[in-house]
């Protein structure tokens, strides 16, 4: 399986979190982990050491200073986020589907079934957190301009990528004119170019399953008259997503989810410090 990540200095850690969660669930399974980054981070050798621990194959892929430099940005989100966009210009042709993962959140359970669905013609699989209904959705095509699109808002912090699909249909300059003509519009600003101009070609997946958004606790909860609660979370849910800006690794995140950040945060520590104390 091929993992996709883009990272920078400031979040090596929980990159690691992320990694280490994954080979608890899935120990035997072959994993390539592909980390795209503006310039080659500072703890390159150590991620390397780190991944090939786990029984991970890591590739480093420096992406450059250019690569969208006039793109919008701001302090939250710089130009790195754009990056899984043209992942296919950087990956190798022998590369066909990779799943990208955000670095904030948690692997709960075996992730064989999404990986292995087959995409046909679709570019992504994603899942949409509208929890709002359909209100949320006319409000982002009217934003984005595009009614003409069948689909909910997607999420792209967990994103099953159709290589061979989209070098045919993905291309910079159409990403780069959306980026031009509506950069005054950009809120999430990758996720609103992948919505703006490939929310047709998205295979929806259950978010409360593949995406579960932490901040939304007490929604799903409604939404599930109960069912989805803790012990359904820890049973069922495969990917459990800290997105927003409070994060489990501060030290005032109060969440619901926040112990089991905490003991996965805990296990990978302990876990380095193993791989030191081999190397004294």
């Not at 899935?26 to 310039?39: H, S, T």
């Not at 087959?118 to 006319?138: K, V």
């Not at 030290?251 to 089991?260: A, E, F, H, I, V």
């Amino acid at each position: 399986m091929n993992l996709l990540f883009v990272i920078d200095d400031a979040y090596v850690e929980q990159f690691k979190v992320v990694l280490f969660s994954i080979a608890q669930q899935m120990p035997q399974q072959d994993f390539q982990v592909y980390v795209m980054q503006k310039i080659l981070l500072e703890k390159d050798a150590e991620i390397g050491h780190f991944v090939e621990k786990l029984g991970m194959v890591y590739h480093p892929i420096v992406v450059g200073e250019e690569a969208f430099a006039h793109a919008p940005t701001t302090d939250r989100y710089p130009d790195t986020i754009y990056y899984r966009l043209l992942a296919h210009e950087f990956l190798s042709a022998e590369v066909d589907k990779i799943l990208y993962l955000d670095a904030d959140l948690i692997c709960l359970n075996d992730f064989r079934e999404l990986y292995e669905v087959e995409l046909g013609n679709q570019l992504y699989a994603a899942a949409s957190h509208n929890e709002d209904g359909r209100l949320l959705d006319y409000v982002n095509k009217l934003r984005l301009n595009n009614f003409e699109m069948d689909s909910s808002y997607f999420n792209t912090g967990i994103l099953l990528m159709n290589l061979e699909a989209i070098r045919h249909h993905v291309q910079r300059k159409d990403i780069l004119d959306f980026i031009d003509k509506n950069r005054n519009r950009l809120i999430l600003p990758d996720q609103d170019v992948l919505n703006g101009l490939y929310a047709d070609r998205v295979m929806a997946i259950p978010d409360e399953i593949y995406n579960f958004d932490a901040r939304y606790s007490l929604i799903y909860q409604a939404k599930s008259q109960g069912k989805w609660d803790l012990t359904w979370v820890i049973d069922h849910t495969v990917f459990l997503h800290f997105a927003g800006r409070d994060k489990p690794w501060k030290s005032n995140y109060r969440g619901r989810y926040s112990g089991l950040y905490k003991f996965i945060a805990s296990l990978t520590r302990k876990f380095e410090e193993r791989l030191k104390e081999e190397t004294l």
